[in-house]
């Protein structure tokens, strides 16, 4: 419990100066909770003596406590204030920078992470995980670190008056942390499970909005629901057990506390009784008794939490404690853009998918990729770009092996056009934008015209303001395309990857797409992948790929005089589309 409290602290890093100055304003807050209580006790001890006939009561008493019960209670509030300006926030700033520097990292480590965590994992851990520190983190700091400042200011005015009763209060808080150290177990004991439960249910109401079309297309509500059913109910399972379990503890807390407030107050009516106290004093020490073990007792909703937020950090450090694919990189600037493949292998954990393999690109050269499906083209893609390490043998990018970049020195030499277009939920300039961060209003327009699609976004009625669905979801997939297309050209990379970029086009889609990549590609070095030989047969050379090795190499005149699988893979296409390659 303790322990996750110096972690939380630690945490927040560069705030550490403002949590303490709020512990000290939380601190002089709480003995100004006291002064009212205080002097109130004095003019009733005023009064008292005046029924007494032992000193007359002036009428200057009443104005003393007046002010000084105002004044206090003004104080009060000014530091709780205090305290929250500088502590409330603290959460919230650290959130946001830790989310902007968990990006860098996931930006920065291998795919094959992501293929280990699921996205629900990563989801809840960037959101779920951080939401409750950004919350609560703050505040349950300040419900159990300033929970027992207030105790402790609190006991040191009960002393003044009556040690015994002091003692008893400290005894009453220190009986009273057993119950929280034993809830506190518990809650690290439930966290991992409560957060699988979570994580589980994240990723299945992910799967389930992603499969509504397929869902509703093949009628299968029913079977899509009982996952997504499955997940809540075992979250809800988990969180009602967790709450039973919480609150034997919670009870035993407030117990000891609230027998210890007892306790006080019979030591003070003895001494009362005995004359050893007044009886304004004997209220006094009451109204403490029954006020000052309000802050500990909140502690124990602290208590649960914070165990919780152990395990959160636990898995925040694992996620900044990755190895990132570049950390040994350095800021490459090339000089040419030839790519080699020196005897790479390569595979998915134990299953090797890319074996040998050799060849050369050639900068300003047009290099094809094809093959059956699944034989590795696309990895040999990602391979280049260092979305992987090579298992064995090694990759040169202008004469530099890819391990000696950064991952920023080395992409931004690279500009991709996928078949699956991805854009963000963001403005149509924003998603050309993307390319280049700085690009003026007439730089996105020229690629626009360039790739075909600034008519078609004038004609909108928002024109580049326009918000793009999430995926790009409002467009059509041949708008989608040519936006993808526009801000490749805006990144102005020397090398272009185009990975089935007309594979799914209708054909008067294409005959756009095909004028926008033409103005991507000049004067670049390019590898296509590609099932449509028409895209391929001017290229330079053209990469036969099939079950992870190049099993044919050259252009297409000399591919088609020989007998293999370029030759056979041609004819069937000859026979699927209804035409030939002369």
Known sequence: MFKTVKRIIAWIGPYK???RLGMVCSFFASLFTAVPIITAAWALS??????????PFRTEVIWVAFLVITGSTLLHYLLSYGRALLQD???????????IRIGDILKRVSLGYFEKNSTGEILADLTGEFTQLETNGMKMIDVFVNGYIKFAALVLCLAIFSPPSALVAVCGALLSTFALRGLNRRSQKSSPINRQANEALTGT???YARGLPVVKSFGQEGAAIEALRHACEKSRQINISIEKAYQPWNMLHIFVLKLASVIIVMITAFFTMGEAMTLSYFLMMAMFAFSMFSGSEAVIESAYALGMFGAALDKIDRLKQVDFIDQDGVDVTLSSCDICFDHVSFGYGDNEVIRDVNFTVRQHTTTAFVGPSGGGKTTLCNLMMRFYDVKSGKITVGGHDVREFTCDSLLRNFSMVFQNVYLFRDTIRNNIRFGKPDA???????????????DFIIAMPDGYDTMVGEGGSSLSGGEKQRISIARAILKDAPIVILDEATASIDPENEHLIQQALSALTHGKTIITIAHRLATIESADQILVVNHGRIAQQGTHRELMSQKGIYKDFVSLREKAEGWRIA
């Open 17 to 19: 100066g403002r949590l």
């Open 46 to 55: 005023q009064v008292i003596s005046d029924m007494r006939g032992e000193a």
């Open 89 to 99: 926030s603290i959460g919230t700033e650290v959130a946001a920078s830790e989310r």
């Open 205 to 207: 109401v992910i799967e």
């Open 440 to 454: 003026t209003e007439n730089e996105i327009v020229a690629v626009a015209k360039a790739a075909c699609c600034h």
